[in-house]
């Protein structure tokens, strides 16, 4: 498997943009994660999903943020308008989704910075 | 809600030696606790968990303990190597469907050779 994919890997825009970050899951993972990581803050989560349903979006830092799962595979993250806070790296994470806990698997990050 | 800490935010250690790693969480119904190593430029990946219902678990050169009285964990990595220099992520969880981590804000390990 290829694990966790993610796109872009880097994404240089300027404030007042719209960005959006895509992520597919392992194949057969129920759930997916979306984090966001800072220096200050380390790795917040965002929004998760489970059976492409989103479960907890309590982590959205405000409405210009936005996420979907359209279907099992696939996943965005969507900011509008982007602002210069915004810039971190965005992680998108999968996992079985089993009543236990179970261990999520990583993708290698998009590095957003907003100019 | 749940609340995870690392101290201390960074560890420098002497390859060879033993580094130790720990977390402290507030939830007492907690009882999942995985460690997560992320490597620069790279996503974070499982190197080991713990369940609540052991208080150690080892593979190989790492370790976890757990502490639930005192509501913390610890990872051990002996036989340093500078391989072993990242970010590691200490998180917790409650069992349960659609269970999400609480992640601490990480460590810096380095190992100097």
């Known amino acids: 498997d290829a694990g966790v994919i993610q796109s872009p890997r880097h994404e240089v825009t300027e404030m007042g943009q719209e960005v959006t970050l895509r992520c597919k899951p392992i194949s057969g993972h129920n759930s997916l994660f979306w984090y966001r990581q800072t220096m200050m803050r380390g790795l917040e989560l965002l929004i998760y999903f489970n059976n492409n349903v989103p479960i907890d979006d309590s982590g959205m830092p405000e409405d210009r943020f936005s996420a979907k799962m359209p279907n099992a595979s696939f996943s965005t993250l969507k900011i509008q308008p982007s602002e210069p806070r915004d810039s971190a790296v965005y992680f998108c994470a999968s996992s079985r989704g089993t009543p236990q806990p179970d261990t999520q698997y990583f993708g290698p990050g998009t590095r957003l910075t907003v100019l | 809600g749940e609340n995870v800490e690392q101290h201390p935010s960074t560890l420098s250690v002497q390859e060879g030696d033993s580094a130790v790693i720990k977390c402290t969480y507030s939830d007492s119904a907690s009882n999942y606790f995985p460690w997560y190593k992320q490597e620069l430029g790279k996503g974070s990946q499982l190197i080991i968990d713990?369940?609540?219902?052991?208080g150690e678990k080892k593979d190989q050169r790492i370790a976890v303990t757990l502490n639930k009285t005192a509501k913390h964990f610890s990872l051990h990595i002996t036989e340093t190597q500078p391989e072993d220099s990242a970010v590691y992520f200490c998180?917790?969880?409650?069992?349960?469907?659609?269970?999400?981590?609480?992640f601490g804000k990480g460590i810096t390990l380095s190992v100097r050779p």
């Open positions: 713990i369940r609540s219902n052991v």
């Open positions: 998180a917790a969880s409650i069992s349960g469907a659609n269970s999400k981590l609480t």
